[in-house]
């Protein structure tokens, strides 16, 4: 098992796709846990997807978590493949319960009644990119796996 999921190909590329996964989401968990970046932190979040949004309290604290948790762990390139399967369900999740409805593109000109899912594609398609790989150069898995 551990195998499998610290196992890594030393090369550049995982590096950069964790990295820039990593990077992207940073920001939205941090919105989300910390209230940074303009977000409204943990327990308004906890509500807003509890109350409005009717989702399990559970579920709400692991898009938390895996938001803000799991890209510090892609940066590092700490369990990539895990953090990776985390972020695809929260996509699929977000396109489900969100933006499908929506159609594809975001809402540039704030003419569209909500965000489209193209984002969601772009972070599932680097997910599985990472899945694949691994975390790549530089990594705590490669160290792990060695």
């Not at 990593?22 to 906890?46: E, I, R």
């Not at 695809?88 to 009644?113: D, E, H, P, R, V």
């Amino acid at each position: 098992m551990k195998h499998l999921l610290f196992s890594s190909q030393d090369e550049p590329l995982g590096l950069i796709l964790r990295i820039v996964l990593g990077v992207v989401m940073l920001p939205h968990g941090a919105q989300k846990l910390l209230g940074w970046f303009g977000g409204y932190g943990y327990n308004a979040t906890m509500e807003y997807f509890t109350k409005s949004m009717k989702l399990p309290w559970i579920i709400s604290v692991a898009v938390i978590l895996i938001e803000f948790f799991g890209s510090i762990g892609l940066i590092v390139g700490f369990a990539s493949r895990i953090w990776a399967i985390g972020l695809i369900a929260i996509m699929i999740g977000a396109i489900y319960t969100s933006n499908f409805k929506n159609g594809l593109f975001m809402n540039w000109f704030g003419n569209q009644s909500g965000e489209g899912y193209e984002y969601h594609l772009l972070v599932i398609g680097i997910c599985i990119a990472v899945l694949l790989l691994g975390s790549g150069k530089y990594s705590i898995d490669n160290f792990i796996a060695k």
